[in-house]
Every structure is written in structure tokens, then in C-alpha cells.
């Protein structure tokens, strides 16, 4: 729903009724803008953190990492958006952060997810020392944020019908398989004790199905640049849902924005900076799927530092800058390498 801007028909209280069961938590802590920095209002650039968890009912909720790190641009104009991954290998200072007793230390920047996570800081926690880490490394601060769980990514899609995704090689799924022309986590596939199929997402254009996509934007084996070309292949994701979203009429029609929010469930958390989500809905009218500009970390490839983990090269730093300057926009008319080629 943020990304994709948001040509409701009606009055903010249709909004406000639409939206109203969303679940909000304080997801970005200290790392919201102050006053001095535009925030608490939406008159200016806003700046979101968006996060993906992959939070199995198996799993402890404070043993989670965030696997899909992305910042969501919009300018002062609210005419255009932009999405920034970083990689989760990117060696980051973690703050310290008391309630999960944690000192502070360096490691992979997604594991700043889980210290906040710890001692029953849960999501909310973990998105906090996240935006604090990620507010340190680039200068960003925050208006809000949003978390979803990998599993909400897939009711969200299946509600819209299905998303077109444009795979730029055949991808092996290291998660699934069919079993009987079904497809299947590998670990319930196994207990079958059926032959297996691997999945494989073939190159080129096609609808996709919510497990099918989701399960295309998780991997990173096999792919040229690895958790590059995920980066890549999940900010295409949230573009097709955008894109889907707004020509099938869920964002203009009330009931069906309901049902999507519903499709999301309790997957889904949002932080809007104190703002009202029917503000902050209304304020993005302008953007739409089509405005979603993609842009790479890195150049899109490894920056390694060695141990598998990686850094923000200069460019990239560079463009976090133009981030908080609000000249984005310029930034990339002279760097038009960092745009993604993905559709």
C-alpha cells in the first residue's frame, strides 16, 4: 500500500475505515526524524524502512533476522519513489542496545535485527536497532516503517490474483519442490517419502502465483551476483505488487484495500511517525507502481570485506547522502548506472 502510492476514491475517513485494522508498533525508535529534520509532518522527502522477516512458527520470535532490508525514498514532491536495498551481509556497528544485553559490536547488519528482537523486544525491538544502525551508517532518519513476515508477502499476492515477474535466468528454488505436481517446503516434501521435483522459475516474463513469487525472490544460490540479484529480484517483487495493486482497482475500491490488509494479517506491522495512516496514505496519492525507481547497492555486485561480509562502497554512501539531501533525483541523472534494469 505505501509503495504504490494510493489513488483511493473518497474522503479520508473511507481511508481511516479501510485501514484501520492495520497493527502499529514504534518500529523506528530514535531514528525518526526530529522536528529540525521535517519530522512529524509529511510536507517534506519521506523516508521508510521497510523489512522482511522470514519468522517460521518453528522458530523462537527472538531468534529472527531481517533477510530483505530495503529504504523507500519519496521526495518532497511525492510524485516519485525510490527503493535502496542493503545488502544483509554489510558489516555494520550495531549500537548497544541494554534490553537485549548487548554491548554494541560490529557484525552483519542483519543480525541488528536480532539483538532488538532479543528478550522480548520481539519486532518492534528489532526494527528499533535496526533504524538506529542503519541511521549511523548513512545519515538517514526515519518517518516510519514497515515489517512484514515472509508468509504475509504471500496471502498479500494471492489476494491480488498473481504478479508478473521477469526472471533474467532460470532459477533452482533451494527451499521447494512438487511432489505430485505440488509444490512443497523441501522439509515436508522429504516426509513423504514421494519422489521430488525441484522447482525451477524459468527466465523470462510470467504471472505468478503468491508461493511462486515469493519463494523466486528468496533465493540467492545459483544466481550470478547472489544476494545482489535478490536485492534486485525483491525490490521487482515489490514493484509488481504495486503495479498489480493499482491497475486492478484494489487501491481505488475501500473493500478491496480491506481485503488486502486482511490478506497481510498480523504479518504485518507499520510505524507511520505518529502521523495517521489516512494521512499518510493520502499524502502518497501521487505515486503509483510505475514510479517505483529500483536502484542498486555496490553497483549491484560484491564489495567485499572479507569473512563473507561486505561494506557500502563510496557511491553507494554517496547516494544515502543524496537520500538525506533530498536530491536524489539529481544524484541519479549523473549516476544513471545505479538504476536497476529489472521490469
Not at 109 to 134: C, K, L, P, S, Y
Request: hydrophobic fraction near 40%; charge should be neutral; proline fraction near 3%.
Amino acid at each position: 500500500m505505501m509503495t504504490s502510492g494510493v489513488a483511493i476514491v473518497g474522503s479520508k475517513a473511507v481511508i481511516g475505515q479501510a485501514t484501520g485494522s492495520i497493527s502499529q508498533r514504534n518500529l523506528i525508535g530514535d531514528a525518526g526524524k526530529t522536528q529540525a529534520e521535517g519530522g512529524g509532518d509529511l510536507e517534506g522527502p519521506i523516508d521508510l524502512l521497510l523489512l522482511g522477516v522470514d519468522a517460521r512458527e518453528r522458530w523462537a520470535e527472538d531468534d529472527v533476522r531481517a533477510d530483505s532490508i530495503i529504504v523507500l525514498h519519496i521526495p518532497a514532491t511525492h510524485d516519485q519513489a525510490y527503493l535502496i536495498s542493503i545488502p544483509r551481509d554489510t558489516e555494520a556497528r550495531i549500537p548497544a542496545w541494554p534490553k537485549g544485553n548487548y554491548a554494541g559490536g560490529v557484525d552483519k547488519i542483519n543480525a541488528a535485527f536480532q539483538v532488538g528482537a532479543r528478550n522480548g523486544g520481539g519486532w518492534e525491538g528489532g526494527a528499533q536497532v535496526m533504524a538506529q544502525t542503519i541511521k549511523n551508517m548513512t545519515g538517514v532518519s526515519f518517518d516510519g516503517a514497515a515489517i512484514i513476515n515472509f508468509g504475509g508477502f504471500k496471502n498479500v499476492i494471492d489476494a491480488l490474483g498473481s504478479v508478473r515477474i521477469c526472471p533474467k535466468q532460470d532459477v533452482k528454488s533451494t527451499h521447494m519442490s512438487y511432489v505430485d505436481g505440488e509444490p512443497m517446503w523441501n522439509a515436508d516434501a522429504k516426509k513423504t517419502g514421494k519422489a521430488r521435483t525441484p522447482v525451477v522459475h524459468k527466465k523470462g516474463c510470467q504471472e505468478m502465483e503468491g508461493w511462486a513469487a515469493l519463494d523466486f525472490s528468496r533465493q540467492r544460490y545459483g544466481l550470478a551476483n547472489s544476494d545482489y540479484d535478490r536485492q534486485a529480484n525483491q525490490q521487482q517483487l515489490i514493484k509488481a505488487m504495486a503495479k498489480k495493486a493499482t491497475q486492478n482497482g484494489t487501491l481505488t475500491n475501500p473493500l478491496k484495500l480491506n481485503e488486502l490488509i486482511k490478506a497481510a494479517g498480523k504479518a504485518f506491522i507499520l510505524d507511520t511517525g505518529g502521523v495517521s495512516v489516512e494521512d499518510f496514505v493520502f499524502t502518497m496519492r501521487g505515486v503509483t507502481g510505475n514510479e517505483l525507481i529500483m536502484l542498486k547497492t555496490n553497483g549491484g555486485t560484491y564489495n567485499a570485506t572479507g569473512g563473507g561480509r561486505e561494506a557500502l562502497d563510496e557511491q553507494t554512501l554517496d547516494m544515502f547522502q543524496a537520500v538525506r539531501k533530498d536530491n536524489l533525483a539529481e544524484f541519479v541523472f549523473y549516476n544513471p548506472e545505479v538504476i536497476s534494469n529489472r521490469k
